[in-house]
């Protein structure tokens, strides 16, 4: 079936017809749009600028509800930017979730990987034929064009041409660095959550892989037992307000200025780490064990990114930071391997976390940071396709809600 056919049922004065094509990478959903979206034009940055200010209502239609929720991750194909459109990239993507259109998103980048081997027609996808194939090791190349810069994806290919679920993708990050390391964050009253018992700072670490990322150990943000014991609400509260925390004070400002669009106030994620969990597997694991023998140690985290939003993936572009983190602290030499889980990888035997590694150090950045290339591999799997529809009488219109913050 062609997805960008109406269903066979009628609908009266349907105005749009969205098709979609949705997978999951270690239980992370990727809403891949390649069009129904308005017209973007100009550079990706450009093109980012307009979906945010003329289109927000388009995101949140395929974000929140009634056909997506408040956890919901998407994908718009851009088939031409200015780094396309030179020849540096096979094709470009814009990041979409709960609250806008972020930078960087690994987890998309490995689903994107499979479908954009699997997708056939050129007009999703116009440089598809130029992707380079290599039988020796059985992969695919191609050069996904991100708001944060370039990204060499690899993608284990079968004979027949298609993508092999069997075998991780993996991808080489945009250069990546340590931005602040434990670094005291004073936290005036109005920012203390009740389980920092009135302490008036925390100590966390800072790292950008693409967007940037605030690392801070579960016991530190007042939860004694890690995250074995998981209170969502708590944890919720406390990563919310410690955001506010770093946004909010002016001398924290260097953690939260993206280098690549300037932005300021941008801290995409909290992640909530916890050096004591590893990975909860049995001895029929798949993809779980293939790549944990390969990772020397393992860490879980619990991200919170964007409007609060939980990724169920160890977060591919935070394993960038993190690793870039974990270098700069003498603790991962280059080509190191690290298993990053999520509380998805974790709980569920069969999937993976990602593995994270140095690739190698990059140029310093304008910023003067010394900067390292990571690889990330994880596995994406397809879950469906479908095909959005909005009735021209649909007092909702061309838009979606969120219930959490109409509740609020
Ligand atoms: O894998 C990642 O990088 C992401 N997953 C959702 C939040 C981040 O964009």
New binding site residues.
Partial sequence: MDPSKLPPFQINGATKSIPSVEMHTAG?PTRIIWMGFPELKGTLLEQRAQAKSHFDHFRRLLMLEPRGHFDM?GAILRPHTELVDAGHADIGVL?T?NEGF?T?????TIALGRFLVDVVDTAIFPRRHQLRHDTISGTTRLTLHVPCGLVEVSVPTLPTGSSDPSRPVSFVSVPSFATAISLRIPLAPQYRWPEVKGRDSVTADFAYGG?YYCMVSAEELGFPRGLAEIDVQKMDHATKLLKEAVVGNAELEYLTRDIITGEEGFL??IMITDGRLGHVHSSDDSAGVHAQRDASSEETGL?F?ANQQI?R?P????VAARVALAHAKGALAVGEKRMYNSLVSRAYKGLSGFIGSVAGEADTNSKGQQSVRVNVEGCGYYTGYHSFVVEKDDGLGVDGFSMRDLAL
């Fill in positions: 992370e991750y990041f979730h972020s960087m998103c690994g987890h998309a967007a995409y994620g991200c990114f990724d993936s977060t591919g572009g935070c």
